[in-house]
């Protein structure tokens, strides 16, 4: 079965500081793609950040990006000067064909 | 900009009442999901649906149905609610597979079963 794994339930990061959020994952599908969501509160789950897995690079969208240890199965996100709206739960998921698997989420919060 | 919306954002219901709840999506999306989300779990999938009429059981089915009679609707049910049911429950739509497969979400139904 595909697994996500994300081994921080909680983190804190203090304003204008870096913090960057694990993420595994366990699959032998050749073709898949990655993604960060997040989940403000009482508010709906939007898209961060994707990335195919057959390409190297590692994507970036403004203060967020990736790094995606292909052999290691790891899939870590980076949020730099981090904002008070950057607090939510963040969820790393894979996409293999149609089919999502979620991990159970990191609650970030940011300290002023 | 794609709009998800579900059809209530909180819900009390009783033991061994009939619970729908109803999820709209804007944009000609192909697919349809329902999810649930408990704390630690993160999202687990219920039904999701490709297509009308068609429907594929997820990971957590038992004690949910679901209907797709529309393209934009896709309804869950619960036939009979129970406490263990309470939960938030998550609409999705995507247009396709690989990076089409990008899920849009809606806000959520928060259902207790008391």
């Known amino acids: 079965a595909q697994t996500v794994t994300q081994s921080q339930p909680e983190m804190s990061v203090q304003e204008a500081e870096t913090v960057t959020l694990s993420c595994t994952y366990d699959?032998?599908?050749?073709?898949?793609?990655l993604f960060w969501y997040k989940q403000p509160p009482s508010r709906q789950m939007i898209l961060v950040i994707r990335?195919?897995?057959?390409?190297?690079q590692n994507a970036t969208e403004n203060r967020f990006s990736v790094n995606f240890q292909k052999a290691a199965k790891s899939f870590s996100l980076k949020i730099s000067d981090s904002q008070l709206g950057d607090a939510a739960m963040y969820f790393c998921?894979?996409?293999?064909?149609?089919?999502?698997?979620f991990g159970p989420g990191t609650r970030l919060s940011v300290l002023p | 900009d794609v709009k998800v919306t579900q059809s209530s954002r909180y819900l009390v219901k009783r033991t061994g009442e009939k619970v729908f709840l109803e999820c709209v999506q804007d944009?000609?999306?192909?697919?349809m999901f329902w999810y649930r989300q408990d704390p630690g779990l993160g999202l687990r999938l219920i039904y999701f649906?490709?297509?009308?009429?068609m429907k594929e059981k997820g990971d957590i089915p038992e004690g949910y149905s679901v209907s797709r009679e529309k393209k934009e609707r896709f309804s869950l049910i619960l036939e009979s609610a129970s406490t263990n049911q309470t939960s938030m429950y998550l609409c999705?739509?995507?247009w396709g597979p690989g990076l089409a497969g990008e899920l849009f979400f809606g806000e959520g139904s928060r259902l207790t079963v008391l």
């Open positions: 990335q195919e897995a057959y390409k190297q």
């Open positions: 998921a894979c996409l293999y064909g149609q089919n999502f698997v």
């Open positions: 649906s490709y297509d009308v009429k």
């Open positions: 944009m000609d999306h192909e697919n």
């Open positions: 999705a739509s995507s």
């Open positions: 699959t032998s599908e050749s073709d898949y793609y």
